[in-house]
């Protein structure tokens, strides 16, 4: 885009000597309209479900419709769903703001990968054919312990909604000499196609958004994700091919002895 330009000119002392000075204020207008864009999509987000609501309720509230039992299950049914859905954007919309609001700080608890991929491996265990493979005991990170487990439920979560139901998720951890630890989630599933892919990590950008959203899906777990992963100084990198599933990967620093 072009440049955004602001002219400043001071008028010096009594010589009358002028100093104009140009700012580039593109950078700063570019934020103001992303955080604009933003704002404007989860607005978006929150408006369908909540007409949707409302909606039903008014129907509920309509003494012919309403007295049916059948259509009242049915109805009551719809709303939780879809407050459902508001509880989960809001919840997203929480944790982004969370991130941006320590993305400066440099997270500094000690968090061996394997043994918290254990332990989300075991969370899944009852709901989905789930397997874990490392190729050490531990690897350690300086890492935030929280926002990782996130991350790594986001990728399972991802793998179970869009792979095959009941799995399998394959997932690795491995310490490399190079002083980096990979972990990937690999589905089986439909994957990617190559257009979407670069751009599934944009906020609630969807490759097939009715089938996000019958998933429950926000459109915003894999942006929460790469944010994680760069506030650890790490790499996030998605590849798939279509029809053979999607694997999510991410590159972190181990910690130095
Ligand atoms: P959502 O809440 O919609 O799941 P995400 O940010 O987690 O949002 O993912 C963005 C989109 O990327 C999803 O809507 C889906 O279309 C696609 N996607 C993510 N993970 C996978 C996967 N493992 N296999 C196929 N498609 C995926």
């Excluded at 008028?11 to 309209?33: F, M, N, Q, T, W």
């Excluded at 408006?47 to 009242?72: D, H």
């Excluded at 799995?167 to 994957?191: I, K």
Aim: proline share 4%; glycine share 8%.
């Amino acid at each position: 885009g072009g440049s955004v330009w602001e002219v400043d000119c001071k008028i010096l002392g009594a010589s009358g000597d002028r100093l104009v000075s140009l700012y580039d204020l593109s950078e700063r207008v570019s934020v103001a309209k992303s955080h604009a864009d933003f704002v404007a999509n989860a607005s978006h987000e929150l408006r369908t479900p909540l007409a949707n609501v409302v909606g039903y309720v008014e129907t509920l509230m309509n003494p012919k419709a309403g007295g049916n039992e059948e259509l009242r299950t049915r109805f009551l049914g719809t709303i939780r769903h879809e407050a459902q859905r508001m509880q989960s954007l809001i919840s997203d919309l929480m944790s982004l703001s969370r991130i941006e609001a320590v993305k400066h700080e440099v997270p500094s608890e000690n968090v061996d990968l394997v043994q918290l991929a254990r332990e989300v491996a075991a969370e899944f265990r009852d709901s989905a054919a789930l397997d874990l493979t490392t190729n050490c005991d531990s690897a350690v990170i300086a890492g935030d312990r929280g926002q990782l487990l996130q991350v790594l439920r986001n990728l399972i979560d991802n793998a179970l909604k869009y792979g095959k139901p009941g799995g399998p998720v394959h997932v690795s951890v491995e310490a490399a000499r190079t002083g980096w630890v990979l972990v990937m989630v690999r589905d089986e599933g439909e994957g990617i196609a190559p257009e979407h892919l670069p751009r599934v990590t944009e906020r609630f950008y969807r490759a097939d958004t009715s089938r996000s959203r019958a998933a429950g899906g926000t459109g915003l777990g894999l942006s929460i994700v790469k944010h994680i992963v760069e506030r650890h100084r790490g790499r996030f990198d998605i590849e798939s091919r279509p029809g053979s599933g999607a694997t999510a990967s991410l590159m972190l620093p181990l910690r130095e002895n």
